[in-house]
């Protein structure tokens, strides 16, 4: 099914492109890399990722997410052959693609480290899941 030098590309998005979806940005990049792109965007910009999951992510993975990502636009990604909605209760941007899925995860952001820690491992959870089903 999959022509092996190209790697399709994975859209995260949310609408501040700040917790869930930078997660999944900085999950993708390091347990999924040699089956798909990962790319995060969302609707409107905030100034910085989310300290919690900036903090989180580097005690759990070592990889330092300010360093690394930004919050972009829609605009500012390629196009995208796989969307992940992260579960936005307000209207998820809607953008072409082949595949589209929404992973309905509940945003951890001014919440506890253990529920955020939840969210961190589902969505490394689901990260590993969507890279086996898109290397078949």
Known sequence: ?????????????????????????????KFAKDVFESYSAGTELRPQINQDAVRLIKEIYSIDMEKTQHSKLLSDIPPIDVVI???????????????????????????????????????EKKIKELAKQLSQ
């Not at 099914?1 to 990049?29: D, T, W």
């Open 1 to 29: 099914m999959r022509n092996n030098s190209y790697k399709p590309k994975v859209g995260f998005i949310c609408v501040h492109n700040s917790c869930r979806s930078q997660i999944a940005e900085a999950l993708g990049k």
């Open 85 to 123: 909605t992260m579960g936005c209760n307000v209207n998820c941007p809607s953008l072409p693609c082949k595949h589209r899925e929404d992973w309905g995860l509940e945003d951890p952001t001014g919440k506890s480290d253990e529920e955020f820690k939840i969210v961190i491992y589902e969505i």
